[in-house]
């Protein structure tokens, strides 16, 4: 049993022996969702389906797949492409049809021994969706109620959960967009035709200001560093009011936003809109048609 369940009287009371038990059997899940929430500061619902989905693929033959993904993720780096590529695992599961070009899943299929897809996955979308939905609920939900307490707390006291490497790890990547920042690297008003499906379009508040910097190393520090391909600000005298995060695949648009139009972030305590991008012609042409 954990020190946080032995201190928390409504805990104790709650869940008893049969708490201590399930943490013990999962420790091993606990340790691999310790690390996602508290070293790379993923949110805790989707760390929670990853390591779901990690104990599915346990089940369709690939042996101690959490157990062996700890090795890996002794760097973070090997972390953040795990969990990378485990999201988009979790991305491609909820499609209606199989279209992703980019079907490797190198790091793994490293972890596996052998070869691991995303049309695998595809292919049995229906028996993971189910199996993950049923673990997060029946193991992750109470096994790790601890390290939830601890997040929420931390939440509530405005504490960042990121630990130091995570940061060193960026620095070079952050610098380089500082460099950026200070230069003449503008952003044009359109984006090119064969970015516009992986583009987001992220908006800021006047008076706010958010830097490429602060961008990049959100979107990295949350969704990996794979994640974001280029930032192009837009071209304002006094603040950029907003910006295109240009992501490296389609499959990152539908993990950010998931089901939603519209998602709102908040980075160093300034708040961030950030939606599709849809092309100004695309707008008009869309406007036209309603128009007739």
């Given at each position: 049993m954990s020190w946080i369940t032995l201190t928390v009287p409504e805990l104790q009371e709650k869940y008893?022996?049969?708490?201590?038990?399930?943490?013990?059997?999962?420790?091993?899940?606990?340790?691999?969702?310790?690390?996602?929430?508290?070293?790379?500061?993923?949110?805790?619902?989707?760390?929670k389906r990853i390591v779901a989905f990690w104990n599915w693929l346990e089940t369709e033959g690939f042996t101690n797949f959490v157990h062996e993904s700890l090795k890996l993720t002794d760097s973070l780096r090997?972390?953040?492409?795990?969990?990378?590529?485990?999201?988009?695992?979790?991305?491609?599961?909820?499609?209606?049809?199989?279209?992703?070009r980019d079907n490797n899943l190198p790091l793994m299929s490293q972890v596996c021994g052998r070869e691991l897809s995303l049309e695998f996955v595809f292919q049995n979308n229906e028996n993971a969706k189910a199996y993950v939905t049923k673990f997060v609920r029946d193991v992750c939900d109470r096994a790790f109620i601890d390290y939830d307490l601890?997040?929420?707390?931390?939440?509530?006291?405005h504490k960042v959960q990121v630990l130091e490497p995570a940061v060193q790890l960026l620095q070079p990547q952050v610098n380089n967009l500082r460099q950026q920042d200070s230069g003449s690297h503008l952003a044009s008003e359109e984006a090119n035709d064969a970015d516009t499906d992986r583009t987001l379009f992220a908006t800021f508040s006047k008076g706010?200001?958010?830097?490429?910097?602060?961008?990049?190393?959100?979107?990295?520090?949350?969704?990996?560093?794979?994640?974001?391909?280029?930032?192009?600000?837009?071209?304002?005298?006094?603040?950029?009011l907003y910006a295109r995060v240009i992501v490296r695949s389609p499959a990152f648009i539908t993990l950010i936003l998931g089901e939603n139009e519209l998602m709102q972030f908040n980075i160093h305590g300034k708040d961030v809109r950030v939606r599709r991008f849809v092309p100004k012609r695309a707008s008009v042409a869309a406007a036209s048609v309603s128009a007739n």
């Open positions: 008893t022996v049969s708490l201590c038990h399930l943490q013990q059997f999962h420790y091993i899940d606990r340790e691999a969702y310790a690390k996602l929430v508290f070293q790379l500061a993923l949110d805790s619902h989707l760390s090997g972390l953040y492409g795990l969990a990378l590529e485990s999201a988009l695992c979790l991305v491609c599961s909820d499609q209606e049809s199989f279209t992703c601890v997040l929420r707390n931390n939440l509530n006291n706010h200001p958010i830097t490429r910097a602060e961008l990049f190393e959100f979107f990295t520090r949350r969704y990996g560093e794979g994640c974001v391909e280029d930032i192009k600000m837009g071209n304002c005298r006094d603040q950029s």
